[in-house]
């Protein structure tokens, strides 16, 4: 960030009084602009014992597959902008059946929420950001071509859950390991 956009002016970094971290402050307003973690949202859209997955026709990773999840919207819920990314991204039409997964990716300044939902019918193809659309059960989901670690991560614990036949929300941190750039490190906060 470099320019105020209350006013316009040279913006510069502090801490500002009362605060414990480097804000872009204004010196002629006074506006302090705070930088947050953005929400992705998307689904993991069912039918029978497959899951909707989207081949990406966008950088990052493109070609490789994802689920249907982009970043959420101002005016709308989570649940809202992960059935939105659905319909954009895989012309799906999905009900939102609750929270899977919440994962924080510092390394990106995200936060993703995966939620479990049902395809309403097999009227999908692929959207302008993506290459193809496929249904895939555990045995054919192309795990060498998922595009990010927070999808393997929860199509894996999906999976596990189904065997159990006990789904629960999981919540869990993604950090890149320092120096390489494909190497993560997953801590789980919380599967109950």
């Known amino acids: 960030m470099k320019y105020c956009s209350e006013c316009s002016a040279a913006l510069?970094?502090?801490?500002?009084?009362?605060?414990n971290?480097?804000?872009?402050?204004?010196?002629?307003?006074?506006?302090?602009?705070?930088a947050n973690p953005k929400m992705v949202v998307g689904c993991l859209p069912e039918w029978e014992d497959r899951l909707l997955l989207c081949r990406r026709a966008i950088e990052p990773r493109y070609?490789?597959?994802?689920?249907?999840?982009?970043?959420?919207e101002l005016n709308e819920t989570a649940e809202e902008g992960a059935a939105r990314e659905t319909l954009e991204e895989a012309n799906?039409?999905?009900?939102?059946?609750?929270?899977?997964?919440?994962?924080?990716?510092p390394h990106v300044d995200q936060v993703?929420?995966?939620f479990r939902s049902r395809l309403q019918d097999l009227d999908f193809g692929p959207?302008?950001?993506?290459l193809e659309v496929a249904?895939?059960?555990?045995?054919?989901i192309p795990w060498d071509s998922i595009a990010f670690k927070v999808?393997?991560?929860?199509?894996?614990?999906?999976?596990?859950d189904r065997r159990t036949g006990r789904f629960r929300p999981h919540v869990g941190t993604i950090r890149r390991i320092s120096g390489n750039p494909r190497r993560y490190q997953t801590v789980m906060l919380q599967s109950e």
Do not use: K
């Open 127 to 130: 959207g302008s950001e993506s």
């Open 112 to 114: 993703y929420l995966l």
């Open 151 to 160: 999808v393997e991560e929860t199509l894996r614990l999906y999976f596990d």
């Open 12 to 19: 510069y970094q502090a801490i500002p009084e009362g605060d």
């Open 92 to 105: 799906a039409r999905v009900e939102v059946t609750g929270l899977y997964t919440l994962f924080n990716l």
């Open 135 to 140: 249904l895939f059960d555990e045995h054919r």
């Open 21 to 34: 971290r480097p804000r872009h402050i204004c010196p002629e307003c006074g506006t302090i602009h705070y």
């Open 63 to 72: 070609g490789l597959w994802t689920l249907p999840a982009g970043f959420m």
